[in-house]
């Protein structure tokens, strides 16, 4: 799936202009966590996010520091700091430059860049104009929307075991020497050996995901380590 796939295409943006008590009440009425900020061209420049409002004077919420962090901060830190808990406008307390993708982005890599980042939200742009906008939410909404992997597709017992096998050998975080696949009329019943937990979990989850397997049994055992003496 691509950015283009899942994004949102009526995004609410505002200018730079705009007052930030308004952008706080937009974010509060309408339940978005972010507005990206464009010029009249339609042209990203920034984006004002819940977390850009969060250090208000209104609030009390401004930054506060010990009489020695205040003497040791850098000037500049203090003036950002300044400008933003006290800015009317979206230019002064906006994030600048915003991290974006293209519509054909990979959607695996929009999830890298979110969860990298730490950021819930990213634009879309293309030829330097805003089209959209991809948030968890909607890659969220993407897994809600799909279908169980290999719905519909009917396979024989011996196609199940040849493409679980497969898929162990591709998988490559447990040896298939030490495990046994058998299939009857859709029903898999692993057995044999595996390292840990995480290794007949991981094996559980992957052939509940193949297509044409009804039900799973669980045979597997874990080794215990042996210690030299």
């Known amino acids: ?9 009526k995004v ?5 202009d705009a007052d930030v008590r308004k952008i706080a009440k937009l974010l509060a009425t309408g339940r978005i966590s972010a507005m990206p900020v464009v010029d009249r061209k339609g042209h990203v420049l920034g984006i004002v996010s ?6 208000r004077s209104e609030t009390g919420t401004a930054k506060r520091r010990s009489w020695w962090l205040q003497l040791l901060a850098d000037p500049r830190d ?37 969860e990298s ?19 968890r939410r909607d890659i969220i909404g993407a897994l809600a929307r799909s279908a169980k992997p290999g719905r519909g597709r009917k396979r024989s017992d011996a ?14 975080f447990v040896n298939d020497t030490f495990v046994n696949v058998s299939v009857s009329k859709g029903v898999v019943e692993l057995s044999g050996l595996v390292s ?4 007949r979990d991981a094996l559980r989850v992957l052939v509940e995901g193949a297509a044409g397997v009804s039900s799973v ?3 597997l055992a874990i080794r215990r380590p042996i210690y030299a003496v």
């Open 217 to 219: 049994r669980d045979r």
């Open 159 to 172: 196609q199940i075991s040849e493409a679980i096998h497969r898929e162990i050998k591709a998988a490559q």
């Open 196 to 199: 840990d937990q995480a290794q």
């Open 117 to 135: 980042r730490r950021i819930k939200r990213v634009p879309v742009v293309q030829n330097g104009k805003l089209v959209g906008i991809v948030s």
């Open 50 to 55: 819940e977390g850009d409002l969060l250090r």
């Open 78 to 114: 203090l003036a950002r700091d300044y400008a933003k808990s006290r800015a009317v406008h979206a230019r002064d307390v906006m994030s600048s430059p915003v991290i974006s993708v293209a519509p054909a982005t990979d959607l695996a890599d929009v999830a890298d860049l979110l």
């Open 12 to 16: 609410k943006t505002i200018s730079p």
């Open 1 to 9: 799936m691509r950015a283009r796939d899942v994004m949102t295409r």
